[in-house]
């Protein structure tokens, strides 16, 4: 069983900056991929970004923008969001994937995770 947390959303103005963190629980936090996921009003949930053991994905809308990143040691992973658009505005979400963690692309749909976070709001201001 793997808990997320997620943290650093807020209230930022078009072009600028947020980190969002999450933390995950348990002892085996090397063994799976994280994944970022998005969801705003009125629309489904979309993927952000992937990092396996192996690498990152990213959808392309957040290329050349977003960073994801991981600290294995503190059980952590990051999100850094730098010239943020108002069609980033979204609840975030963290998601752990325990079945292919050395997959770097390809599982960009919410089923391939096992495990969510609760989420965190990023609104950005036009």
């Known amino acids: 069983q793997v808990q997320l947390v997620e943290s650093g959303g807020g209230l930022v103005q078009t072009g600028g900056s947020l980190r969002l963190s999450c933390v995950a629980s348990g002892r085996t936090f090397n063994r799976y991929a994280m994944g970022w996921f998005r969801q705003a009003p009125g629309k489904d949930r979309s993927f952000v970004s992937r990092?396996?053991?192996?690498?990152?994905d990213y959808a392309d809308s957040v290329k050349g923008r977003f960073t994801n990143s991981r600290d294995n040691a503190k059980n952590m992973v990051y999100l850094q969001m730098d010239n943020l658009k108002p069609e980033d505005a979204a609840v975030y979400y963290c998601a752990a994937d325990g079945r292919a963690p050395l997959i770097r692309a390809g599982r960009r749909v919410g089923s391939a995770y096992d495990y969510w976070g609760q989420g965190t709001q990023v609104t950005v201001s036009s």
């Open positions: 990092i396996s053991l192996s690498g990152t």
